[in-house]
């Protein structure tokens, strides 16, 4: 699944002809150059995050979603957030998501081939993240059949009935898990939560519900992809995975460069606050913008040789956990989920080879990029 040279070819043309285009039969604007990806992402007063007017339903959900608030609220909340969700705190995790890594592997039900996803890259997170909430055991299987039913279709869609009702329903228990957790604290992030202060302000119980939703769903889904993304790189490039195999060194460097080959989120959507204009091209407020993450992670403006696959690539400035304000939170624990992840694989198994009788299935949804499948032969 290497990024269709189609695909590639389109995005190319699109930087050099019509870097800024509005889609008519969608209304939506389309950014495809790395230096306007930036600019939007950095300019909250002009491309707001604030998609509550965009899908008015969903407001309530959007409470203490740290990615869809614009400042002053937003740096409010997400220094109050940070109190307790801290470098130190999931630096402490990599112990542990290791052994339940290694835990999995030792489940897979044929020790000569593993799917990826199934076995692998969509438990781990997913119980990574519930256990550093502290939701209790008794109820993890129920997130999973939540997350089933959330993603069933692909990514989150706000306009499909059954993955609302999964929203809400993850929602809904978190934000009676937060009222108990202020009542009666137990180990784990959302007490840590109710207990965050700054400047004598505490975050609502709903704020600490649509945290760890969102925690929770972006989170899980994009190390998912990532790590089948990972693989896939491997696989096509052997002599990067050789090179990580000899030097494990190289694995965050190269992880990040799957990150920009290959972004497992492909767009990353604004709307426009007032009137504007980019390179020309006028927009009026209430506009949704939407910046190709693709193709600013393949713009030559900015990287060399931008359709190799290069597992040392330093600086690597991608946009896959964005920019600003708004660069992704959770980026430090993906990040050390991804690295034991992969690391404890390359450990465990001296050979990871795409199993050529069973395909690779890819995402169904188009703006999301990775296996929804991914068969290996490994041994």
Known sequence: MRPGLEMLDLCRTMRDNSPVVRDPASGVYQV?????????LHDPETFSSDFGSVYPDQVQLMEGHIGTLDP?????????VSQAFTPRSVARLKDRIEQLAGDLLDRAPDPGRLELVDDFAYP???TVITELLGVPERDRPQFKDWADALYAGGAFDP???????????????????????????????????VTAEVDGVRLTDREIAGFATVLLLAGHVTVTLWLGNAILCLAENPGAEELVRRRPEVIPTALEEVLRYRSPVGIVPRVTKKATELRGVAMEPGQIVVCSVLSANHDERQFERPDEFDPERSPNPHLAFSKGIHFCFGAPLARLEAQAALGVLLRRFDRIRLDPDRPMRPHPDPTMNGPKKLPLLVG
Do not use: I, M, T
Not at 165 to 189: C, I, Q
């Open 32 to 40: 495809f150059r790395y230096d306007d990806a930036v600019s939007v």
């Open 72 to 80: 002053p609220r937003h740096h409010q909340l997400r220094r109050l």
């Open 124 to 126: 781990l997170p997913l």
């Open 159 to 193: 306009n499909n009935e059954s993955a609302v009702n999964a929203s809400k329903s993850f929602h809904d228990y978190l934000l009676d898990l937060a009222v108990r957790r202020r009542a009666k604290p137990e180990p784990g992030l959302l007490s840590d939560l």
